[in-house]
Each structure stands twice: as C-alpha cells, then as structure tokens.
C-alpha cells in the first residue's frame, strides 16, 4: 500500500470520528450524562471564568469544537494526501504536525475516553506512522 493511501485512510478514519462525535453532540442522549439532574445542574451553573456562559453550554460547545478539529484534519490531511502528495511528503513540518496531533489524540483517548475512539485513533494512527516510514524508506 502506499503512502498516499495510508495517510487518506488515516485521515477517513479521524474524519469519521469526528463527524460521528458532531452528531452525537447535537442529536440523542449519546453525549448526554446518564442523569439528568446533573444535566439540570450544569445548565444552571456557570464555569468560574464567566458568568456569561453555563458548564451546559460548555459542554455542548467544546464536544463540537473537538468535533470540527477532527473532520478539519481529517479533510486537510486527506485533501493532501491525495491531491498534493508531493508537496505533503515532503514537507517534514507537516508530516510532524500530523503525527504530534495523532500522538496526542490517542493519549487523550486512552486517559480520559474510552476505547472505541481509542481504537480508531490507533489504527489512524498506525496508518500515518506507516506512510512516514515507507515515505523515507
């Protein structure tokens, strides 16, 4: 398989993430709390920094930004990969970039989500080192 291949997978499978998370923030009881007086709670109070918003809205705003962020990768990495692979590949920065965010995802999945996403930011993960080693092998 090649690199373009690889790192177009790997940024699908960030991609889907995200876009499934996005649904999730806005539509069913997925990213809900289980109870709904703490759903009460947090459209009550405010978070320290400002009275101007409420922990609910927080909530709801930062589960869409973290969603927006994945498909953004997923369409920037993917766009690259399979239409200006050259220019991809061989900007180091980029490559490094791409591969921080992944480390870091997966970090934060396997401390404070649970597996699922853990998994598919493994296996996106997998994908892109692969690409990296076969693009300077």
């Known amino acids: 398989m090649n690199t373009q291949i690889l790192i ?5 499978i960030i ?3 995200g876009l499934v998370h996005m649904v999730y923030t806005f539509r069913g009881p997925k ?7 703490l759903i ?3 459209q009550r109070v405010s ?7 409420t922990m609910w809205k927080c909530w709801v705003g930062f589960n869409a930004s973290h969603s927006l962020c994945a498909m953004l990768y997923g369409l920037v990495y993917g766009y690259l990969s399979i239409w200006h692979s050259d220019f991809l590949l061989a900007s180091n920065f980029l490559l490094i970039t791409g591969l921080i965010l992944l480390v870091s995802l ?4 396997k401390l404070y989500w649970f597996s699922l ?3 598919g930011i493994s296996l996106a993960f997998a ?4 690409a990296i080693v076969l693009n300077f092998t």
């Open 8 to 12: 177009a997978i790997s940024s699908g």
């Open 15 to 17: 991609f889907i993430l």
């Open 31 to 37: 990213l809900k709390p289980r109870d709904p007086a």
């Open 40 to 42: 009460e709670s947090m």
């Open 47 to 53: 978070p320290v920094i400002s009275k101007e918003t």
């Open 106 to 109: 997966a970090v934060l999945a």
């Open 117 to 119: 996403p853990f998994r």
């Open 127 to 130: 994908c892109y080192f692969a």
